[in-house]
């Protein structure tokens, strides 16, 4: 049987609950066992010091976002592009899937090192980290959805004498919005967690680079408040993302 999709508040009560007792139960244990602030601090000094000491993290923060959102808006089309042409040339997609197979599998963090040798430490690397980072889950997820299209769709198409390019603006791009927004989405996450690697590896600025900084002199409540501004980065970015889709593929929702 269909279980029922949980209602709007449902939606939003459920991890709000969650989140107050993960984060009582981390206070309590904090305080109740008396454990030093810079092994493990609780929550809400974490928290007050991210608005305490906001003006120390915002020109990092906004490094970093300018990184992710850079490198991403050059991901997404890169990824959709060679989809498409993977999906639609035979000699494309043998001649690049094993390329894309060994960047998906490849952990970013050993070629950073590489990327700074090569070009330098600029925010630029840190870019083409993100870059190489997110398009090929875009280009896979969009590549499935562009295989799986109806056909009785391309039989319409293809009755009415549609150009090749008219086929796919027209019935494939529009029935794999779903699995293309499945790819943007997870590209997100990808390209907010090779931001912050790559600023961890190498460089003094950006949000990763402060994580570093603080864990190294002891500092361990700017250390988690660091921690903290990525999750709600890459949350606030995933769920913009979220919101653009059920704009879009209304019929999805």
């Not at 997404?76 to 494309?92: C, Q, S």
């Not at 600023?199 to 680079?209: A, D, F, M, R």
Request: charged share 10%; glycine share 6%; proline share 5%.
């Amino acid at each position: 049987m269909k279980q029922a999709a949980p209602s709007n508040a449902t939606s939003v009560l459920a991890p709000v609950i969650m989140f107050f007792i993960l984060f009582g139960t981390w206070q309590f244990a904090t305080v109740g066992f008396d454990i030093p602030r810079w092994i493990l601090p609780n929550p809400v000094s974490i928290i007050e010091t991210m608005f305490v000491s906001f003006s120390e993290f915002a020109p990092h923060i906004g490094i970093s976002i300018v990184t992710i959102i850079c490198g991403f808006l050059v991901a997404v089309p890169i990824g959709i592009m060679l989809a498409a042409l993977i999906t639609n040339f035979k000699i494309i997609d043998t001649t690049l899937s094993p390329f894309v197979i060994f960047l998906v599998i490849t952990p970013l963090i050993t070629l950073v090192p590489l990327l700074m040798i090569w070009f330098g430490f600029g925010i630029e690397v840190k870019m083409l980290a993100v870059v190489i980072q997110s398009f090929p889950i875009v280009m896979m997820n969009s590549a499935t959805g562009f295989n799986n299209v109806e056909n009785i769709r391309l039989e319409l198409m293809k009755s009415l004498c549609a150009s090749r390019w008219q086929t796919f603006t027209m019935a494939i791009l529009p029935s794999a919005l779903p699995n293309v927004f499945t790819g943007i989405k997870l590209a997100s996450i990808f390209a907010t967690i090779a931001a912050v690697t790559s600023e961890l590896i190498g460089g003094n600025i950006g949000i990763g680079s402060q994580i570093i900084k603080y864990s190294q002199y002891m500092q361990t409540e700017k250390a988690f408040a660091c921690i903290f501004f990525t999750a709600i980065i890459g949350t606030t970015f995933y769920g913009l993302i979220n919101l653009v889709e059920r704009k879009i593929v209304r019929w999805k929702i």
